[in-house]
């Protein structure tokens, strides 16, 4: 199986609209781990919505759990709060997104609407986790 066409095909029509399930779950699992781990480098909503859609569907909450962390530190270090906020959320840390919270009138991306990146990645985070809302 060649995975650079398959990487390509995800790239040119998104992750959501190829259907793999000709293939067994642990060929898909693969596929789709190995096309998280080629914006694993790249930071930000984008990438992130990304990697986290493919982690989904590889149903690894591990690996998701690890990359909102891992952008909630760098986002951090940038000031950019508010996505902190939203990453927050989505590993159910309360009590994180409420420290987030205060800052994001003064944050650099004050003015940067997340609601669809949070909203899109919860449910399908949702989707995976049985209806444990946790991380």
């Known amino acids: 199986m060649d995975l650079n066409q398959i990487f390509l095909l995800l790239s040119k029509k998104g992750i959501d609209n190829v259907n793999l399930d000709m293939l067994l779950f642990e060929q898909r699992k693969e596929i789709y781990e190995k096309y998280a781990d080629l914006f694993k480098e790249k930071k930000g909503r984008t990438p992130t919505y990304i990697v986290v859609k493919a982690y989904v569907k590889a149903k690894n909450l591990e690996k998701i759990k690890e990359r909102l962390i891992n952008e909630l530190e760098s986002s951090a270090i940038e000031k950019k709060f508010k996505y902190c906020y939203y990453c927050s959320l989505l590993l159910n840390n309360n009590e994180m997104a ?38």
Do not use: H
């Not at 990146?117 to 809302?133: P, R, V």
């Open 98 to 135: 409420s420290f987030f919270e205060q800052f994001i009138l003064e944050c650099a991306d004050r003015n940067t609407d997340y609601n669809d990146f949070y909203f899109e990645l919860k449910k399908e985070i949702e989707t995976i986790s049985n209806g444990n809302n946790k991380i």
